[in-house]
C-alpha cells in the first residue's frame, strides 16, 4: 500500500514503485496517489488531485471527504492486509493514518518524512510510536529520527 496525498508525493512514489517492480514484478500495490504512480501500476483508491487542499479554511470545508477516503483508504488496508504500507510527506493526513495502521498490526515506512524539525518535534516522538522504519531525503534528519528512535 502507497499514499502519497500531493503532487511531489506522487512523482517521488512513481520512482519507488517502478524501482519495487525492477525487483518484484508482480508486485500488487494501491493506495492514494496520483497520475505518475497510476502510469507506474498502482491501483488508485482516490487521486491525489482530491486529496490536496491549500489553507486551513478549504481543509474545513473538505472534512467530511478526508474523513470518508481515511476510512475507506484504511478499510481497504485491514481487509487486503498489505505486507508493508508506505506513506510519502503529507503529514495530516499520513500521520494519522500510520497511527490507524499500527493499531491493525500492519507494518509502516515513512518514504521522504514530513519537515518535523521545521514544524514540531513534539511530532517526532509521535512518529517513533507509529512507524516502523522512516526514509529521509536530508542528512541532518537521520541522526535527529534516530534521536527519537
Not at 30 to 46: H, K, N, S, T, W
Not at 50 to 68: D, N, S, T, W
Request: charged residues 20%; positive net charge; proline residues 4%.
Amino acid at each position: 500500500m502507497i499514499i502519497a496525498g500531493e503532487a511531489s508525493g506522487d512523482l517521488h512514489g512513481s520512482g519507488l514503485v517502478r524501482a519495487l517492480r525492477q525487483l518484484q514484478p508482480e508486485l500488487e500495490l494501491f493506495g492514494i496517489g496520483g497520475d505518475c504512480m497510476q502510469q507506474a501500476g498502482v491501483e488508485l483508491l482516490f487521486h491525489a488531485n482530491q486529496m490536496a487542499f491549500i489553507g486551513f479554511a478549504e481543509v474545513v470545508r473538505h472534512l467530511p471527504f478526508l474523513r470518508r477516503a481515511f476510512s475507506r483508504t484504511l478499510q481497504e488496508a485491514i481487509v487486503r492486509k498489505p505486507d508493508l504500507v508506505i506513506l510519502i510527506d503529507y503529514p495530516g493526513f499520513n500521520l494519522r493514518f500510520a497511527q490507524a495502521a499500527k493499531r491493525h498490526g500492519l507494518k509502516v515506512l515513512y518514504y521522504i518524512v514530513p519537515q518535523l524539525w521545521a514544524w514540531g518535534k513534539g511530532r517526532l516522538r509521535k512518529m517513533a510510536r507509529c512507524v516502523d522504519a522512516a526514509a529521509v531525503i536530508f542528512q541532518f534528519e537521520e541522526p535527529l529520527f534516530a534521536s527519537a528512535g
